[in-house]
Structure formats: structure tokens, C-alpha cells
């Protein structure tokens, strides 16, 4: 899982930067409107939609905006119709890449992403060619700085997380996709506020780069973070701490 959660800690800090852009509000309100649409308007009963809704508070989304976006997915206001697609491919040094997708217009979304893939020393692959190296997870990342670790760890571990492990300067707890909620509430209800947390797919294994390769990766994974229509990219790169903070400073 190296990599993995620095990855997810850079993405809050410019998730949080975008908010200011309204990119991040605009894959917020896709993901809201397309939760709403697959399992109903109601926070209680859609695990998939609360987890949505309490991102888009994060980066403190109008209420009226989280509204909307649930009424368009319930239909209750008109609003486009999204397609939910995962592509795969390969990046440099043959790292395992997944891209998940919604979009209004499937092909021109697959040559833009088949054109980020080719930028960047990748390619696009085949349906099925590297997502089984990856497994659905919950994953909660808390910076290092602001917690103490024993206290993550009780507080994690007792109410069902599978793991917590130390990461380039955050902690990253894992838990299955059932028990992610109640791990989640757990740790903000004891007054430790993550930088992450979310449904994510985390890499069975990992491809450690260096050099021009890992330099190529964190640009592949900057550009296919900004389109438009990538609600999430994983990823199994291994890129040492000194590296990653030098290409992503």
C-alpha cells in the first residue's frame, strides 16, 4: 500500500484548493447525483450517498448544492444522465492503473483518457487486465502531525479496522467496506478529523519507481486527476518518500 496514502493525502490538500476552482465541487456533485440515482434519496438508507454528501462538507459545499445534486439523482429535477465506467491500463514501469469514470458522452471520454495514458509512458489496456490486483477497502488517513497514534489505534482497532500502519507522515487505517462507516464515525467522533475517507481500492502489490518513471507516474496521476470526468484514479506505485515530496512540492 506504499504510495497509496501519501497519494491520498496530496489529493485532499488539493481537493481542497480546487473547492476554490469548483472542479472538486463539480466530481462532488456527479458522484452525490449518481449515488442518489443508484440507491435512493435518503442519507440513512444510502451508505454510498452519506459517504458522498459528508465529502462535499468537507470542502464546504452549499447545502442547497448538495440538494440539488440529490434531487437531479432522484429525479425529482431534471439533470444529465451519467454513465459509471472503469478503464484500465498500465503506466510506467508497468505500474497497474484504474480509472473510474462518469461521464454523458462515453467516447469522447475514452480517447481523452486512452490520450493521458500515452502522455505520460502508459497505454490503455484491456477490461479485466490489472483489476484484480486490486480489493475494495475502506481507507481513513489522519496526518501524522495531529494525532497520537495510540489513541488512533484503540479507537480504530475496537470498533472492527483490519490495519493501521505509519505512511510518510500519516497514519492510513483500512477496514472492510462494511465496517468503514462505523470506523469512520468512530474516529471523528473522538475529535480526529482525517484528511481521507473514503470507499477506495487499494493495490494487492506494489511497483517501486524511481527516477523519470516516477516522475511520469505522479504527472499521469496529476492529469487524469483533473479531467473532468475521473471521479477516481488507484494506482500500485511504490515511490520513495524523498521522491514523491520532491515531484509533488
Known sequence: ??????????????????????????????????????GGGDLAGNPRLRTAVLAAKAVNMPADNIDRAIKKGTGELEGVTYEEITYEGYGPGGVAVLVEVMTDNKNRTVGEIRKVFSRHGGNMGESGCVNFLFEKKGHIVVDAAKVDEDKLM??????????????????????????????????????IQPLSAEISKLPKTTVKLAGKQAEQMLKLMEEMEEHDDVQHVYANFDIPEEIMAALTA
Open 1 to 38: 500500500m506504499s504510495g497509496h496514502s501519501k497519494w491520498a493525502s496530496i489529493k485532499h490538500k488539493k481537493a481542497k484548493v480546487d473547492a476554490q476552482r469548483g472542479r472538486a465541487f463539480t466530481k462532488l456533485i456527479r458522484e452525490i447525483t449518481v449515488a442518489a440515482r443508484v
Open 154 to 191: 484503540s479507537v480504530a482497532l475496537d470498533v472492527g479496522a483490519e490495519d493501521m500502519q505509519r505512511e510518510e507522515g500519516v497514519f492510513a487505517v483500512t477496514t472492510t467496506p462494511r465496517e468503514f462507516e462505523k470506523v469512520r464515525d468512530a474516529v471523528v467522533k473522538a475529535g
